[in-house]
């Protein structure tokens, strides 16, 4: 009945899908869905996109581990992302029309700004949505008991939701989405409170998560690398999530500005309460059945089967059905939206000025044809990585952290931001980053926050210099009226 549910499930939100992509007329509304999303539809996608297998299957794994200090990334720092991005950057980049995030440096900072950039924010993609893709493949392994592998299940949950990406665009995924959202919390409420009956009750499963530490280990050692360590998962996300096409669709796809700061913060609220459900679940398994936890806990990988395993072994077969649906949404909901946002942003910002003949149709083709080869380089990568789902998308941010997120931030508020000083941070920050990564992955300073740093520096460093030297020049130069004198 599971497997039939799922199947069912996944054609209709497929047809759902295809039906939304009859509203794409150009590239307007294939990338922001004609700029015309109201504050629930809005709230909904932002809060689905970001609602993904990670908040599923790796978050509670990670908090199993490691307690409430292990996923200080996400949920902490992810809900506190979309709230700045409500609060510092919807209002303002929606006022620009802008079709992707790309736009706004190649309007500051111009050409090569806009190409360095597009190019990390495409490739820090590639964890993220291999995560969801990796999700996809272990759903379809255990609700077919095996049958599937979990590489088929790979390629067939990509394929499919290929096929609605790629038409649909930002209106199937913003449609999806809503429905998907709706399925998502009605879904995480049942069956926490079906678990919480089997744990006996919230307050002994939170009660038991006190007892053993959990909630102890949120702040970090008082010591240096205690401190900087805490900061660097704080700030991974909450700063390197907010240059992403994603969340600026999501702005843009707003009725109005109003409107995409408000549904950016309330999509944040949401993601933070609703990211607590699967955590607690996964402790209930400590106490409903603790030898399947000691025996999936070890691993990183297998560790995210807990949930699933203790669902299907322990709930009725209604509440396996609500949450499986809950995370099939979950993931389809994430999946789409990350194929469609750096395929949009590398067809506008890397292909489109080598290709300025074409017109509207045939760019809408183009981005349909760098969906489907994105999809492709994405399963291929999560097929043969090693990484775990919550991992994946920690990582991905860490390239959008010490390259993209500077320039933005000061290109919004800094009037002296400049072309030099953007071009001095990405430099900068990518290098530092990369280098410390490859030589000290372990040292006292993380290398993603050193690159930060080093990008902080590049900008100031970088926009003021120049500034400094003409100034020097203009006092040193003789002044016209001296030489006329002579």
Not at 170 to 186: E, R
Not at 392 to 403: D, F, G, Q, R
Not at 458 to 478: D, E, T, Y
Request: hydrophobic residues 55%.
């Amino acid at each position: 009945m599971l497997l039939w549910f799922v199947i069912i499930y996944w054609i209709i939100s497929v047809g759902i899908g295809l039906w939304a992509a009859l509203r794409v007329r150009n590239t307007g509304d294939y990338a922001v869905a004609g700029r015309s999303l109201p504050l629930y539809i809005v709230t909904a996608t932002v809060f689905a996109t970001w609602f993904g297998s990670e908040t599923v299957l790796g978050i509670p794994a990670t908090f199993l581990r490691e307690g409430l200090g292990g996923v200080i990334a996400d949920p902490f720092g992810s809900s506190l992302c979309l709230v700045l991005v409500g609060l510092f950057f919807a209002r303002p980049l929606y006022r620009m029309q802008l079709l992707t995030i790309g736009d706004f440096y190649r309007n500051k900072y111009g050409r090569a700004v806009e190409a360095m950039t597009t190019l990390c924010i495409v490739l820090s993609y590639l964890g993220w949505v291999a995560a969801q893709i990796s999700a996809l493949g272990l759903v379809f392994n255990v609700v077919s008991e095996g049958a599937m592998s979990q590489s088929t299940g790979m390629i067939v949950g990509a394929s499919t939701v290929l096929i609605y990406t790629v038409w649909g665009g930002m209106w199937a995924v913003a449609i999806t989405d809503f429905i998907q959202m709706i399925v998502i919390v009605a879904g995480m409420l049942y069956i926490g409170w079906d678990v919480s009956q089997l744990a006996g009750g919230v307050t002994s499963v939170v009660a038991h998560a006190v007892d053993a530490g959990k909630f102890s280990s949120f702040w970090p050692e008082p010591s240096l690398a205690g401190i900087l360590g805490f900061a660097a998962a704080g700030v991974t996300m909450m700063l390197g999530s907010i240059p992403q096409q994603d969340v600026f669709q999501r702005v843009a796809s707003s009725k109005d500005e109003r409107t995409a700061g408000r549904a950016s913060i309330l999509g944040g609220c949401l993601y933070f309460c609703f990211a607590f459900i699967p955590m607690f679940l996964a402790y209930s398994a400590t106490l409903i059945d603790p030898a399947l936890v000691q025996k999936l806990i070890a691993g990183d990988k297998q560790s995210q089967l807990i949930l699933p395993n203790l669902i299907l072994n322990h709930a009725p077969v209604f509440a396996q059905v609500m949450f499986f649906g809950a995370l099939l949404s979950a993931i389809k909901s994430c999946a789409s939206a990350t194929l469609l946002a750096p395929s949009v942003t590398f067809t506008e910002n890397i292909l489109r000025p080598a290709f300025k003949h074409l017109g509207d149709k045939q760019l809408l083709r183009l981005m349909r044809i760098v969906v489907l080869c994105f999809t492709a380089l994405v399963t291929l990568f999560a097929l043969n990585s090693q990484l775990s789902i919550y991992k994946m998308v920690e990582n991905a941010y860490k390239v959008t952290l010490v390259s993209a997120f500077v320039p933005l931030a000061f290109g919004l508020y800094w009037k002296r931001a400049n072309r030099q000083g953007a071009l001095a941070a990405i430099v900068l920050g990518l290098s530092t980053w990369i280098w410390l990564e490859i030589l000290a992955p372990a040292a006292i300073c993380p290398p993603q926050l050193a690159g930060f740093f080093a990008a902080l520096i590049g900008m100031l460093g970088g926009s003021l210099l120049p500034l400094a030297i003409r100034r020097k020049q203009a006092v040193q130069a003789p002044h016209p009226h001296h030489h006329a004198s002579r």
